[in-house]
T-cell receptor, first 109, second 112 residues
Framework: DVKVTQSSRYLVKRTGEKVFLECVQD?????MFWYRQDPGLGLRLIYF???????EKGDIPEGYSVSREKKERFSLILESASTNQTSMYLC????????FGDGTRLSIL | ELKVEQNPLFLSMQEGKNYTIYCNYS?????LYWYRQDPGKSLESLFV?????AVKQEGRLMASLDTKARLSTLHITAAVHDLSATYFC????????????FGKGTKLTVNP
């Protein structure tokens, strides 16, 4: 079974902090994804990566960056957290279908 | 730009009844997925539909795909309480990447 592990289930940070969300997969997948999920809006793609050091912007990349230094690990970075980034963040790795981690519920105060 | 529309967004039904959730999408795609999400949990893959006319069944759920109409349906037969969850369809973006566009989800509540 594919396992996608997100480092934190719940996280509380302050406005202006730099926040790191980590995701690790154990299936040697090339593709990894970061989504945010908000009520009424479904899942929206922030960034994805199709190989080590390769990344592409998704639909809502503003205020975020990513890092993929190793194949199994994909990090989402909030450069300067703001309250409108309070959300559920989901990581996924793929090959068909995408397999999701348990999510990180992030609150920015 | 690929857009995915699911309806209804909320569905309350009685145990034993049948119902269908619809997923329409706006541009050509060769793959469509259905996922289930329980409250506070992550997404679990239910079905992968790869070709026109594809039909997959698992228990009381059956998914089908009509690529010409750009429509997929998730049919629930004789609903039971355990099926209460949010169901998402996701459509693959054409062009060789593994990007998906998700519908907003259908929150299904099955009442005794």
């Amino acid at each position: 079974d594919v396992k996608v592990t997100q480092s934190s289930r719940y996280l509380v940070k302050r406005t202006g902090e730099k926040v790191f969300l980590e995701c690790v997969q154990d299936m040697d997948h090339e593709n990894m994804f970061w989504y945010r999920q908000d009520p009424g809006l479904g899942l929206r793609l922030i960034y994805f990566s199709y190989d080590v050091k390769m990344k592409e912007k998704g639909d809502i990349p503003e205020g975020y960056s990513v890092s993929r230094e190793k194949k199994e690990r994909f990090s989402l970075i909030l450069e300067s957290a703001s309250t409108n980034q309070t959300s559920m963040y989901l990581c996924a790795s793929s090959f068909r279908p995408q397999h999701f981690g348990d999510g990180t519920r992030l609150s920015i105060l | 730009e690929l857009k995915v529309e699911q309806n209804p967004l909320f569905l309350s039904m009685q145990e034993g009844k049948n119902y269908t959730i619809y997923c329409n999408y706006s541009t050509t795609s060769d793959r469509l997925y259905w996922y289930r999400q329980d409250p506070g949990k992550s997404l679990e893959s239910l079905f992968v539909l790869l070709s026109n006319g594809a039909v997959k069944q698992e228990g009381r759920l059956m998914a089908s795909l009509d690529t010409k109409a750009r429509l997929s349906t998730l049919h629930i037969t004789a609903a039971v309480h355990d099926l209460s969850a949010t169901y998402f369809c996701a459509v693959a973006v054409q062009g060789g990447s593994e990007k998906l566009v998700f519908g907003k989800g259908t929150k299904l509540t099955v009442n005794p």
